[in-house]
């Protein structure tokens, strides 16, 4: 699986950013998906993750620094999943990563994943 992520940019605190991931390989929906972030100096940080699904009902987990904030959602016919990131916050800045989990469910470790793709470097000017 190789996975490419875009979206990333500038913006100011408030705002809003919608990061894709999209992902080759015909089997994109029976892998759990999931978003990291990372400062340079830091250890990568779970944001968000959503467990495979055929439909649209699958599971989601959330780090409690971005609960109704940012939302992940994923289209099995794009062989894409996204992270809507809302009301953004200068402690928001990092580079995101996502990353695909051939477990299928939700994981929040970064050791559960398999596959990773470049980051997108998020800024959120004060």
């Known amino acids: 699986v190789q996975l490419q992520a875009s979206g990333g940019g500038l913006v100011q605190a408030g705002g809003s950013l919608r990061l894709s991931c999209a992902a080759s390989?015909?089997?994109?929906?029976?892998?759990?998906m999931g978003w990291f972030r990372q400062i340079p100096g830091k250890e990568r940080e779970f944001v968000a993750a959503?467990?495979?699904?055929?439909?649209?009902?699958?599971?989601?987990d959330y780090a409690d620094s971005v609960i109704g904030r940012f939302t992940i959602s994923r289209d099995n016919a794009k062989n894409t999943v996204y992270l809507q990131m809302n009301s953004l916050k200068p402690e928001d800045t990092a580079e995101y990563f996502c990353?695909?989990?051939?477990?299928?469910?939700?994981?929040?470790?970064?050791?559960?994943?398999?596959?990773w793709g470049q980051g997108t470097l998020v800024t959120v000017s004060s």
């Open positions: 959503i467990a495979w699904s055929t439909r649209n009902d699958a599971s989601t």
């Open positions: 990353a695909a989990a051939r477990f299928g469910g939700v994981a929040t470790p970064a050791d559960e994943y398999d596959y």
């Open positions: 390989g015909r089997t994109f929906s029976s892998y759990g």
